[in-house]
């Protein structure tokens, strides 16, 4: 787990430490000490904590004037015990919210595991952004975690599934990879694969 790093392709169009509006805004980082855990296992310290003990993340990139936020996941998705909607959501998502971002893109490719709990967190969001034309897309989860989130029947809240996994989205410049899923979510295009 040390060894996996949040996608650093677009640091030289975004730093989530260097933005004023960014709730992370002014951390300072450490390339050899590791300070964050999952479990036993040490995470690379570039992720970011915002309350959970098992799940991290990492802003990618924000754009204001477009109104989205593209955020990448590593961990235990878990709202039974630890409820990380309720960090992410306030400690996250609504700072950027009330700067205006009302489109949330989750990259979900190191979410290893996911455990529901209630849905008031994900009703909150949902109708909050829904009211400014926004949405949160869940991309590349894995099948037992889209299983369990389609259990929970989060498909009420957010934006996940099939058609938004196994998406090609590392190697594109962030305003294509929002683009593809705007034009997904309101049913313009399929999908952006590999």
């Not at 450490?30 to 992720?47: C, D, G, R, V």
């Amino acid at each position: 787990m040390h060894n996996i790093e949040p996608h650093y392709q677009w640091r030289e169009l975004y730093a989530a430490e260097e933005d004023p509006d960014s709730p992370f805004f002014g951390r300072k980082y450490s390339e050899f000490q590791y300070t964050h855990k999952l479990y036993n296992f040490y995470l690379h310290p570039q992720w970011d904590a915002f309350g959970s003990s098992t799940l991290y993340g990492k802003i990618l990139f924000v754009d204001y004037d477009d109104q989205f936020a593209l955020i990448e996941l590593i961990g235990e998705w878990n709202d039974a015990l630890y409820n990380d909607i309720m960090h992410l959501k306030r400690r996250v998502l609504e700072m950027l919210y009330e700067k205006g971002i009302v489109k949330f893109v989750l990259f979900c490719d190191n979410v290893l595991n996911f455990h529901s709990s209630e849905d008031d967190y994900y009703a909150e969001l949902a109708e909050e952004v829904h009211e400014e034309g926004g949405w949160v897309v869940c991309i590349n989860t894995r099948q037992h975690v889209m299983e369990e989130m389609q259990e929970a029947r989060l498909q009420h809240y957010i934006h996940f599934g099939d058609e938004y996994n196994d998406m090609f989205w590392r190697s594109q410049k962030p305003l294509i990879v929002f683009q593809v899923i705007d034009a997904m979510v309101n049913g313009r295009v399929k999908r952006l694969t590999s």
